[in-house]
């Protein structure tokens, strides 16, 4: 029995790649058997939202969101500027991003150059009655890392408010 595999196509579909196989079999040189497959090769991410109270103002706060230095001060070990590429380092791990939103003591988005169509927005929220400030989360994690970025965020953020004395 002779048999041939070729990879056929990659389609997108959500933020899911399916790639589909297919393998012709030849029974006797006479008949040959089409066998399709699919195999899902990137875990679709789910949209989280979070938020926090923090005790400062919008003003003091926009820089430790969006200035390499101060990023680095709470939210990884290290965070290098170049090009318009941020560059967020973690445990000797390089993860690059773009800046593509910003507004002045409001919110950043930056997003993913390796995890497209992924990004990650902090949002400093003011309550016009109480003037309490809040910083909004919007991330994308897998399914089975969901309780871990929690986790990951809020410790992060609990840095932040130790290094702004909130």
Not at 32 to 52: D, G, P, R
Not at 83 to 103: C, Q
Not at 105 to 122: Q, T
Not at 147 to 161: C, F, H, P, T
Request: proline share 2%; glycine share 2%.
């Amino acid at each position: 029995m002779d048999n041939l595999s070729v990879f056929v196509a990659i389609k997108l579909i959500g933020h899911s790649i399916l790639i589909t196989k297919i393998k012709l079999y030849n029974y006797n040189h006479q008949q040959w058997f089409l066998l399709l497959t699919k195999t899902n090769c990137m875990e679709q991410k789910v949209e989280i939202h979070l938020e926090y109270i923090i005790n400062s103002s919008p003003r003091i706060l926009f820089p430790y969101i969006q200035e390499p230095n101060a990023l680095s001060q709470w939210f990884a070990d290290d965070v290098n500027y170049k090009d318009g590429i941020y560059e967020f380092i973690w445990d000797d791990e390089v993860n690059k991003a773009r800046l593509v939103a910003s507004k002045e003591n409001k919110s950043v988005r930056f997003k993913w150059i390796d995890d497209e169509p992924y990004y990650f927005e902090i949002e400093i929220i003011q309550d016009e009655l109480t003037n309490d400030v809040a910083l909004a989360i919007t991330d994308y994690v897998k399914q089975d890392n969901l309780e871990d970025r929690k986790k990951i965020w809020a410790n992060s953020v609990g840095y932040l408010q130790s290094v702004i004395g909130a």
